[in-house]
């Protein structure tokens, strides 16, 4: 069982919007803002897309943002593109591990 | 353009040793902690160890503390994994990743450049 919490799966038309979500704890997600966001497409290394909660490094489409609320933290794609279909991964900063990620999210682009 | 390119990985037997590289290029080395995560086949990622620039701080997940040793050469450009007592469910493709944090002794806690990854086989 992963440290954190996310949906299996979620799946959006294209042109729409679509929110992951990742729960965790105090001890991570509710207590530091080290929050991060990875995206994998099949057979590919993952790739930073989001860090420090809402932050995109140079190169990522803005259509990527995430935001945190207590212990949930959320990664929300706008404009939904075929190309975002993907895996997608959280992680956090936690006292006693001190990184911990999600499960996963398959994103489907129907 | 910052390059990881990982080696070592393969088939080993249960209880058995592998000793993993990582070469980086295209930026300081020396400046950065570096990390390895892992991803078992079909399932999720697992951060497996930290250390810092210039390899005084280490850090390990509890499913590898006690066999595993990471490990670096500055000189070389060059991060290592050694990996003792092998177990089946240590079978992973195993990336070697940088944390872009500069401040000393305190990483960033994310990953901004990630290798191609080394598949770990364990299996008689």
């Known amino acids: 069982q992963s440290a954190l919490t996310q949906p299996a799966s979620v799946s959006g038309s294209p042109g729409q919007s679509i929110t992951i979500s990742c729960t965790g704890t105090?001890?991570?997600?509710?207590?530091?803002?080290?929050v991060s966001w990875y995206q994998q497409h099949p057979g590919k290394a993952p790739k930073l897309i989001i860090y420090e909660v809402r932050n995109r490094p140079s190169g990522v489409s803005s259509r990527f943002s995430g935001s945190k609320s207590g212990n949930t933290a959320s990664l929300t794609i706008s404009g939904l593109q075929a190309e975002d279909e993907a895996d997608y991964y959280c992680?956090?900063?936690?006292?006693?591990?001190?990184?911990?990620f999600g499960g996963g999210t398959k994103l489907t682009v129907l | 353009h910052v390059q990881l390119v990982e080696s070592g990985g393969g088939l080993v037997k249960p209880g058995g040793s592998l000793r993993l590289s990582c070469a980086a290029s295209g930026f300081t080395f020396s400046d950065y902690y570096m990390s390895w995560i892992r991803q078992a086949p079909g399932k999720g990622l697992e951060w497996v160890s930290y250390?810092?620039?210039?390899?005084?701080?280490?850090y390990y997940a509890d499913s590898v503390k006690g066999r595993f040793t990471i490990s670096r050469d500055n000189a070389k450009n060059s991060l290592y994994l050694q990996m003792n007592r092998l177990r089946a469910e240590d079978s992973a493709v195993y990336y070697c990743?940088?944390?872009?944090?500069?401040?000393?002794?305190?990483?960033?806690?994310?990953?901004?450049?990630w290798g191609q990854g080394t598949l770990v086989t364990v299996s008689s």
């Open positions: 105090i001890r991570d997600l509710g207590g530091y803002n080290s």
């Open positions: 992680s956090s900063y936690r006292s006693t591990t001190p990184v911990v």
């Open positions: 990743v940088r944390d872009p944090s500069q401040v000393q002794d305190w990483p960033a806690w994310y990953f901004d450049n």
């Open positions: 250390i810092s620039s210039s390899g005084s701080s280490i």
